[in-house]
């Protein structure tokens, strides 16, 4: 069974640029959610994706978007970027349809903004 | 709203001490699951337990144990006979079923540390 990857590990970037976070879902699953972790934080839901559709999506403004592929890989787009986008971005893929609500997550992508 | 409150920033023992990490939720439904996860410093997020709000078992797994308890709303995890690779940030989180869809609220995490 693959687990979640996450490309790339690390990313910086400048202030005002956009940037693309990739995930592919552990196999069986079909459903992927993004978080990030800004540093001594836990983590906070960006949104979710099932059926390629955004079906969920928390406190973020619209300059955070995504995209999820008849695969269930997701990507998630950052534009405009500033400097608070600094964190550690988690996917977490899991299955709708089941008895579980568990979600596992990859090891993450940590983006610096500069 | 639902929130976890993980009132232990970080907690420091040495091996072969028993801890136990707190973990306080507040949330208006019914239906909801509960959560631990283990996060050491290469930044995964690992599962370790999920609960539903109708199963007030306590479990044991291993060196791990959980105690749910609906009435003080708290969601505790104990590791008995702690190890150095116990090491890492444990979080706590509370999962609803909204519209169709599910999302994790994480507390803010207790760092553990465990000497030898």
């Known amino acids: 069974e693959t687990g979640v990857t996450q490309s790339p590990t690390h990313l910086i970037k400048t202030r005002g640029q956009q940037v693309t976070l990739r995930c592919s879902s552990q196999s069986g699953h079909n459903t992927v959610s993004w978080y990030q972790q800004a540093l001594g934080q836990g983590p906070q839901f960006i949104f979710q994706y099932y059926r390629e559709e955004e079906n969920g999506r928390g406190n973020f403004p619209p300059r955070f978007s995504g995209l999820q592929f008849p695969n269930y890989s997701s990507e998630l787009n950052v534009n405009a970027l500033e400097l608070d986008d600094s964190a550690l971005y988690l996917c977490?893929?899991?299955?709708?349809?089941?008895?579980?609500?568990?979600?596992?997550f990859g090891p993450g992508t940590r983006l610096t903004v500069t | 709203a639902q929130k976890v409150t993980q009132a232990q920033t970080e907690i420091s023992v040495v091996e072969k001490e028993d801890v136990t990490l707190d973990c306080v939720y507040e949330?208006?439904?019914?239906?909801?699951?509960l959560f631990w996860y283990k996060q050491p410093p290469s930044g995964e997020l690992v599962f370790l337990i999920r609960r539903n709000s109708f199963d007030e078992q306590n479990e044991i797994s291993g060196r791990y144990s959980w105690n749910f308890q609906k009435s003080t709303s708290s969601f505790n995890f104990t590791i008995t006979a702690s190890q150095v690779v116990d090491s890492a940030v444990y979080f706590c989180?509370?999962?609803?079923?909204?519209?169709?869809?599910?999302?994790?609220?994480f507390g803010k995490g207790t760092m553990l540390l465990v000497s030898p």
């Open positions: 949330t208006r439904d019914t239906t909801y699951y």
């Open positions: 989180a509370l999962s609803e079923a909204r519209s169709g869809y599910s999302t994790l609220t």
């Open positions: 977490a893929s899991s299955f709708t349809g089941g008895s579980g609500y568990e979600q596992y």
